[in-house]
């Protein structure tokens, strides 16, 4: 028997970082990046992984796959499973590029060990071994990623309070773009942490006016706001972000492109410091426009979601 798990990637439009600290962010699915995991029962006494980045036993996986290495045995033991595995991951996620590659490969993994056990594959069963996945993936994260990634809907996420469902009232035409350089969440976030332990004043005061920002972006995109607000929302949370230290010169090459080419707001998505950036566009010509703009000007890979629509 041969079973199947599919997860979509996910962006954060604004709040990433702050979250940790408590602050409301809101992210969207991206279903243009997806992975996909098949399962089987082999011979044999050891799981073997196939995959792009690794192929091989799941116990001598590099490094970099230790949650996942971590996240089959953790399921099979749950659920006192004996089975030796075949896990083909099939992915279209960039690694490492804040669109939550880690979320993702846990989610799909789950998603087809469930089926594989006969379990109801419904986000409550998911959601705490992508939860166990992420914590060793990336140190202590807000939960925002995986939570995201499993239920598949615009969240409106507070670390203390979890999920709440977003309602759009307002298309945004929206140009994701690769910088190309890998971003380390566990390393970016532990940056801000450091910042905050050394200039508590101001790193709190950033962290505050980001959830600011989140607060007035939600108001904006639920009640037939204005493109142009948001514009100079995401404009505003990028200055904050570079004062926490996570941009980076390649991120600022992708911004500085976008506003010269008449982006309503740009800023990093993510973990920062490589990794994606977000372009607000006036519509969809536009967001065509600026993906070839964004590609002559560096970005490796651009994706136009018309989230809203
Ligand atoms: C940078 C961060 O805010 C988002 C990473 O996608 C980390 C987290 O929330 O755990």
Not at 9 to 16: P, R, T
Not at 111 to 131: C, D, E, G, H, T
Not at 274 to 296: E, R
Request: proline share 4%; hydrophobic share 40%.
């Amino acid at each position: 028997m041969q079973t199947q798990g599919i997860a979509s990637a996910k962006f954060i439009l604004c709040g990433e970082h702050s979250v940790v600290y408590g602050e409301p962010a809101i992210s969207f699915p991206f279903k243009q990046a997806r992975i996909i995991t098949t399962l089987k029962e082999i011979e044999g006494s050891e799981h073997q992984l196939i995959s792009d980045f690794y192929t091989g036993t799941l116990s001598q996986a590099p490094e970099k796959l230790t949650a996942v290495k971590a996240l089959i045995p953790h399921i099979l033991k749950r659920y006192q499973c004996h089975s030796v595995l075949e896990i083909t991951i099939d992915s279209s996620v960039p690694v490492g590029r804040g669109l939550g590659s880690s979320a993702v490969v846990a989610t799909s993994i789950t998603r087809a060990m469930l089926a594989f056990l006969k379990r109801p594959v419904i986000s409550s069963n998911v959601l705490p071994f992508v939860n166990f996945s992420e914590d060793i993936a990336h140190g202590n994260p807000s939960g925002v990623d995986a939570i995201t990634v499993v239920n598949e809907q615009a969240v409106w996420f507070e670390k203390e309070k979890g999920l709440q469902s977003l309602s759009l009232n307002l298309t945004l035409p929206i140009v994701v773009a690769d910088t190309g350089i890998p971003s380390e969440t566990r390393a970016s976030v532990a940056a801000v942490r450091d910042l905050y332990q050394k200039n508590n004043i101001e790193v709190s005061a950033c962290i505050s006016q980001l959830g600011e920002i989140s607060r007035e972006i939600g108001k904006e995109i639920t009640t037939h706001g204005d493109l142009h607000t948001v514009g100079d929302l995401f404009n505003q949370a990028h200055q904050l972000l570079r004062k926490l230290s996570v941009s980076s010169p390649e991120i600022e090459n992708l911004i500085t492109c976008a506003l010269d080419n008449q982006a309503l707001g740009a800023k990093l998505t993510g973990g920062g410091r490589g990794g994606c950036v977000i372009v607000l566009c006036k519509d969809k010509q536009h967001a065509q426009k600026m993906a070839t703009q964004l590609s002559a000007a560096g970005a490796i890979k651009t994706w136009i979601s018309m989230i809203g629509e």
